[in-house]
Each structure stands twice: as structure tokens, then as C-alpha cells.
DNA sequence: GATATGATCGTAGGGATACTTT
DNA sequence: ACAAAGTATCCCTACGATCATA
């Protein structure tokens, strides 16, 4: 992802050609630039056909990286890659990067509930960023805002700004046993 | 000045149309967008709101006042209620009731686009419930907050209380031919 | 200084409720 | 004066950039 400024007017033309809830500079960019967008969100597919799509692709784009083939066969013929629990417009449809990060945190867990507690030991200097309970994380500083990673046993200090729960991804998906790559893509999601 | 998020290749696609060094972001995607560089253009039409013009103008020539029958000939022949456009599980996953309005909504037009226009009759004294536009909301009423149904070109008021937002589902529902039954069923997805 | 981390506080959305109009 | 209907203010919560601190 890339930051570029633009000027109130044009910033509020973007804005006005929204089409969706929660839809992002990118995909109205493409829409009113008339690029192919590599998803294509207004077909009408159903959830097997997304899945069967988004493996595919995921597949296709792992197996063509020779030096991490160790690691996507485990992964793939495990099938328990984060990508595989990663549900892409449920993420697009997130208000915030709080949304998005809980979400890529749960697909994180789901793929590796039994080593996910590893993430337990990423963490600041005073404040704990991952816990089993909600009090842990707020004894360890003020507001720090904890939140349940969803449909799991894990909690997370969510009061950071977006450089830090990026930062905070990206030590999760290694601790994991991600290659280079797959983290940096893990990251990009939020 | 505005920050905006674009992903690599939109990026790279801005930049590869840099006609001058130095040149900036909103001048570039200015020139690619053919707008005004000084005064804002309305915005143009996008293929639904032209779709849907046409189509409106198409029902009001033919059936001005029989619309109730053109509703129920729809149901029967093409089995196409909003009951097939909703997914629990997106509905769940709201935050609040503002999202679950919109997404219900979302629901009604895809199930009756061309029917659709008219919920533009439900307005309260003074404000407009439902427009084609976001100005002529704002227009009505102060902090009448607009929304645009997403996926559609109709936009609607959302400053109100949950009961308010329920009669309006309740009120389009209704409009569009529903049975008192399921215009309950609608009213208590929200 | 320079860097890393913490957490305050400005901003925006949501919607109940107090207020206004009929 | 009272009620009903409708409006929009304003309080609350969440988010996360920015400033404070180590």
C-alpha cells in the first residue's frame, strides 16, 4: 500500500463515487479510471466460488516461489495458512484498522491455534500486547484498550496507531513461521 | 491536503502518467479523471444511476398508478425477494444499526431496481427520507446524515433513532409490495 | 540528539432523547 | 393545553494520529 496526498476537492470527487460501504481509494480509483481490479466485487459469486478463486490464486502465486517450497507444502497441504481463514470482503467491509487487524488475528489464530500462543511473548516495553485475559493487558498500562481476537482465547492491546498494529502483524505471522513474503503480504491486509 | 491509501499498482499507474517532474498527485490523477483543475465538475454518471434513469423514466411512462401488480407479476415470475439478497452473517457482523439500514436496503434494491424509486415518496415533514442524491437529503434538514445504499444510486437520511429507521424499512417494504408478514420479518433484521 | 514506546486527546459516527411543530 | 409526529442536538463510544515520555 501506498500513501499519496491529494488536494480537498479531489479528495471529496473520490469520496462521492463510493459505491460501497467501507470500500477503499483503490478500488473507487480503478472503477473511475477504468483499470481491471484484480477482484472483481460486484459479481454475484457465492462463498464456495470466492474460496475456490482465492486459493487458486494463492496456490498459484506460493508455487512459484522455489526457495519457500518447504513451507507451502506444509502449509498447503495442511491447508491451514492464514489465507486460507482470510475472507477478503469481510475485511474490506471494516470500518477501521482496528476491524481489520482483530480479523486478520483471528484467521492468524485459526490457522495455528495450538502455536498461537507464542505471540504472547511480542510485546513493549511496559505494555503487554497479547494475553489470555482482558486484565492482564490493562494492568499493563493506561487505556490500552484490549479487545478479544474473535473466536478465540487470546486478547489484544488495540490502543497503538496503525504503524505499530502493522508492526505488531508482522511479528505475529513470523513468530508463526511465515517466510519474508507471506508476512509482508499478511501485513498489507491491514 | 489529504492523505489517500492506493495499493502498488494503482500507484505505479499514477506515477507512469507523470507529465512534468516534480508533478503532484492530485495533478496527475486530475489530468487521468478529466477534471477541471480549478472548479469541481458534478460528478458523472456511473452505469447504475443511468441504468436506473432510464429505467424509471421506462415505469413511469407505462405504469404510472399500477404498480402493485407490476410487484406481485415480478414476485411470482421471477421469485426475486429481498430474502434472497440478505446474508445473516453480514447483517450480524454490523456494528450498529446504521450499518444493518443500509445493508437491508441494499437488499431491497438489488431484489427491485427498478421498483425502487418509489421509497422516494416516504419523507417526514420537513426532511426527505430518500433521494437520488446526497445533496437533496442534506438539503432537507440539517445533520440529516446521508448515506448512499451501497451498490445502488439512491442515497438516504440516517440521523434518526432506531424506531424511526425501523418504520422507514417497514414504510419501503411496504411500498415495494411485501406482505404484512414479511414486512415484519424485514423490520426485525434491523 | 535519536529512537522506541506510550497514551492523550482531537475527530467522527451513531442514535437516544429532548425539543419543536402540527 | 395536550398529544402525536418529526427533527436535530448532543452525549457517548471508538479510532488512531500525534505528541509525550523513556
Redesign the pocket.
Known amino acids: 500500500m501506498k500513501n499519496i496526498e491529494i488536494d480537498e476537492e479531489l479528495y471529496q470527487h473520490i469520496v462521492s463515487n463510493t459505491q460501497a460501504i467501507g470500500e477503499n481509494a483503490s478500488s473507487i480509483l480503478r472503477r473511475l479510471l477504468k483499470l481491471d481490479s484484480s477482484v472483481q466485487q460486484s459479481a454475484p459469486l457465492n462463498k464456495n466460488e470466492i474460496e475456490a478463486t482465492e486459493q487458486a490464486s494463492l496456490v498459484e502465486k506460493s508455487a512459484a516461489d522455489d526457495t519457500e517450497i518447504d513451507i507451502v507444502e506444509k502449509f498447503t497441504s495442511s491447508g491451514e495458512s492464514v489465507f486460507n481463514f482470510i475472507n477478503k470482503e469481510e475485511l474490506a467491509m471494516?470500518?477501521?484498522?482496528?476491524?481489520?487487524?482483530l480479523l486478520i488475528l483471528a484467521a492468524l489464530y485459526r490457522a495455528h491455534p495450538r502455536q498461537f500462543k507464542v505471540v504472547t511473548e511480542i510485546?513493549?516495553?511496559?505494555?503487554?500486547?497479547f494475553a489470555h485475559t482482558e486484565a492482564e493487558l490493562e494492568a499493563?498500562?493506561?487505556?490500552?484498550?484490549p479487545?478479544q481476537i474473535p473466536e478465540s482465547p487470546f486478547w489484544v492491546?488495540?490502543?497503538?496507531?496503525?504503524?505499530?498494529?502493522k508492526?505488531m502483524l508482522t511479528k505475529a505471522a513470523t513468530s508463526l513461521g511465515y517466510t519474508q513474503a507471506d508476512v509482508e503480504k499478511i501485513r498489507e491486509l491491514l
Open positions: 471494516q470500518r477501521g484498522a482496528v476491524g481489520r487487524f510485546c513493549g516495553r511496559d505494555r503487554l500486547y499493563s498500562g493506561s487505556s490500552t484498550k479487545k492491546m488495540t490502543n497503538s496507531n496503525t504503524t505499530r498494529k508492526m
